[in-house]
């Protein structure tokens, strides 16, 4: 297996380094960017040299227009991150979808596409239909157990920014809650949120230049969010075996067995 590792060149303002394998137009700095943990399914399917089968769920939220989807464009740059790899992206999306409502759904996506991996976005829908933030938490938290129950491998993707909610203390709760969600549950975390507000305030145009209209992602907001999911995925499997690390901080996994949820929750944006 060979992945590309973490290469810094420049440096954003305050210091932080910005990571050079993402096009100039994404670099963000890794804590701004992604909370990493192991992927051991991913990790099984490249020692066994078969495809990695990832099913993608969550509307991606694309403005008309868009050269590519956000589908191809994340196995692009996935099999660019992992040479010699084949990767089978099955997206299962469903726009305006909400975490409490499509818990069959998953069930029946994950026994029809049998998946290493899962990678979902979520809580964007959530938080603009004002879901509680404890049922879209204990949603969440479900579908993700019972997930990784499966050994299944699962990333999530948190809400998409926008300068008019940012001071939305609702909506900031529903992004503290995937953020939650993921440290307690030890999966990955893509922070597009703080991704897209710091590439919002590093230039001039704000997040303009990465959402088209009615809060969908333009051709460069898909881009840039499907190389910010593969680095992701790229560094959480450089990560060993017995260990747990969320930016630049290692900490102990959590101790004793997996338990199973009765079922999960269903997937969002």
């Given at each position: ?43 099984a399917a490249l020692k066994e040299k078969r495809p990695v089968r990832v099913l993608a769920i969550g509307a991606p939220a694309a403005s008309a227009g868009a050269s590519t989807s956000y589908p191809v464009k994340l196995e692009s740059a996935l099999e660019r991150s992992i040479p010699n790899v084949d990767v089978e992206i099955e997206s299962r999306g469903l726009s305006g979808e ?172």
């Amino acid at each position: 297996m060979v992945v590309s590792p973490p290469r810094s060149t420049a440096t954003a303002e305050g210091g932080e380094a910005l990571d050079a394998t993402l096009s100039p137009e994404c670099r963000v700095p890794g804590s701004r960017l992604y909370t990493l943990n192991r992927l051991a399914a991913v990790k099984a399917a490249l020692k066994e040299k078969r495809p990695v089968r990832v099913l993608a769920i969550g509307a991606p939220a694309a403005s008309a227009g868009a050269s590519t989807s956000y589908p191809v464009k994340l196995e692009s740059a996935l099999e660019r991150s992992i040479p010699n790899v084949d990767v089978e992206i099955e997206s299962r999306g469903l726009s305006g979808e909400v975490a409490s409502g499509a818990a069959e759904r998953l069930r029946t996506m994950v026994a029809e596409s049998e998946p290493d991996l899962v990678i979902w976005q979520v809580g964007t829908h959530d938080a603009l239909a004002r879901v509680d933030v404890g049922d879209f938490a204990n949603a969440l938290r479900e579908a993700v157990q019972w997930v990784k129950s499966h050994e299944i491998d699962i990333v999530l993707v948190d809400p998409l920014y926008t300068a008019s909610l940012a001071e939305d203390a609702y909506y900031t709760s529903i992004v503290k809650a995937v953020k939650d969600v993921a440290a307690s549950e030890g999966v990955p975390l893509v922070q597009r949120y703080e991704a897209m507000r710091y590439l919002a305030g590093s230039g001039d145009k704000g997040e303009g230049h990465l959402l088209g209209k009615q809060f969908r992602l333009n051709d460069l907001g898909l881009r840039c969010m499907a190389e910010h999911v593969t680095r992701a995925i790229s560094l959480s499997l450089l990560q060993p075996d017995l260990a747990t690390v969320t930016g630049t901080a290692v900490t102990p996994p959590k101790d004793g067995p997996r338990a199973a949820a009765p079922g999960p929750a269903g997937s969002g944006q």
